[in-house]
């Protein structure tokens, strides 16, 4: 599982910028939505100096 870690003021940053809600970017940074807007979170994340990283899944 992928997710992009952000600091919490870049996160208000993006919401405040595409007017969408906290969980939203949550969401889309935790690759659980898949829109064009989702991407463009993502896309702004990265560029604000987000770091996409992968989770192991492997909990057995």
């Known amino acids: ?3 992009i ?5 870049c996160k208000t940053k993006i919401a405040k910028a595409f007017k969408v ?3 939203t970017v ?5 690759f659980q939505t898949h829109t064009l807007l989702a991407q463009k979170i993502r896309g702004m994340a990265i560029k ?3 770091r996409e ?4 899944e492997d909990r057995s």
């Open 21 to 23: 809600s906290a969980p």
């Open 5 to 9: 870690i952000l600091d919490t003021g």
């Open 53 to 56: 990283i992968t989770l192991n």
């Open 48 to 50: 604000l100096g987000g």
């Open 26 to 30: 949550r969401k889309a940074l935790s």
């Open 1 to 3: 599982m992928k997710k």
